[in-house]
């Protein structure tokens, strides 16, 4: 995978923008600890300026049910109760973030975990009731990118877990597609930014039994046409929806695949255009 970071490294600053990478991972990544380790490897090399966000959905179900606590999910997001956003944040902000960030000092990335209350990074406001109560779900109202350049510009490497607050105390529960797809909008205006989404699959696949039917470039008109073929279902259609949200709001590119994407020499993933 290339950035075009290092061609642009001499130009004065304003003249053209950065390349800057937002790569996200899904549970499925970060349960496999030979993936993680293998995704983590490959994000470390990664040049120039670059955020990682993670996932961990079924993690948090897991522990739950250890606890004794029912999950629900509704349209793929999780009704967040009281009980619900102890466990994530402990999930999300704890273990598996700082696991990570671990992992990426060992690995000589020097990265920082952050939730979204973290510096502010990320303001949100709890979804309003309408046929459903979410519970404590946060729809993003912003990010901070004063601060979150202010930590690439001194070499470090945020790593964002699925947290948001709201300004009064309170810790959010939002989706971490959103937050990857949020965070480059954010950063569009100083950065060229790519936004990479990994998971399990190579792409989106025209045949969700074939690994290799990878549907190597979708543009809007393609989007329209598997959708009405119902090609795109369950997970795939938020994320979707959050790739062309982000490319409509000054992201540069989209990309969709499995952890091998990050690889320079990557070939088989989904470019998404407008
Ligand atoms: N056409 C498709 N190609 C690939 N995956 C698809 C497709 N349609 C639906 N999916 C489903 O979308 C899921 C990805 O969404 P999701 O589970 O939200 O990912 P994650 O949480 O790992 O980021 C895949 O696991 C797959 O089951
Ligand atoms: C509101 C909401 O649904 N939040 C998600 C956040 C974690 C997430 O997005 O994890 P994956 O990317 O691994 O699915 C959840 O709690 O499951």
């Known amino acids: 995978m290339k950035t075009n970071s290092t061609e642009n490294n001499n130009l004065p600053y304003g003249e053209k923008k950065r390349g800057l990478s937002v790569v996200k991972i899904g549970g499925n990544v970060i349960e496999d600890s030979v993936a993680l380790d293998k995704f983590l490897t490959l994000f470390s090399k990664i040049e120039g300026p670059k955020i990682l966000v993670h996932g961990g959905g079924k993690l948090a179900t897991q522990l739950a049910n250890k606890l004794g606590i029912a999950s629900?999910?509704?349209?793929?997001?999780?009704?967040?109760?009281?009980?619900?956003?102890?466990?994530?944040?402990?999930?999300?902000?704890?273990?598996?973030?700082?696991?990570?960030?671990?992992?990426?000092?060992?690995?000589?990335?020097?990265?920082?975990?952050?939730?979204?209350?973290?510096?502010?990074?990320?303001?949100?406001?709890?979804?309003?009731?309408?046929?459903?109560?979410?519970?404590?779900?946060?729809?993003?109202?912003?990010?901070?990118?004063?601060?979150?350049?202010?930590?690439?510009?001194?070499?470090?490497?945020?790593?964002?877990?699925?947290?948001?607050?709201?300004g009064n105390g309170q810790i959010l529960n939002t989706n971490a597609d959103t937050i990857a797809s949020e965070i480059a909008i954010g950063m569009g205006e100083k950065y060229e930014t790519t936004l990479y989404y990994c998971f399990e699959k190579k792409g989106v696949l025209l045949n969700i039994n074939d690994e290799n039917s990878v549907v190597t470039h979708i543009n809007t008109a393609k989007y329209k046409e598997l959708l009405d073929q119902k090609i795109i279902a369950d997970g795939m259609l938020p994320k979707l929806e959050n790739c062309y949200h982000a490319l409509h709001h000054n992201v540069h590119k989209v990309c969709l695949g499995d952890l091998e994407m990050i690889h320079e020499d990557a070939q088989l993933f989904t470019t998404i255009t407008l």
Do not use: W
């Not at 629900?72 to 700082?98: F, P, W």
């Not at 993003?140 to 070499?155: P, Q, T, Y």
């Open 72 to 166: 629900q999910l509704v349209n793929g997001r999780r009704i967040t109760d009281g009980e619900s956003i102890d466990i994530i944040t402990m999930v999300y902000g704890g273990l598996t973030n700082k696991t990570i960030v671990a992992k990426l000092q060992a690995k000589s990335c020097n990265a920082i975990g952050l939730s979204g209350a973290d510096g502010d990074a990320i303001q949100a406001h709890k979804r309003p009731v309408k046929e459903i109560d979410y519970g404590f779900v946060g729809d993003i109202d912003g990010i901070n990118s004063e601060l979150i350049n202010s930590l690439l510009k001194i070499g470090l490497t945020p790593v964002f877990c699925a947290l948001s607050h709201d």
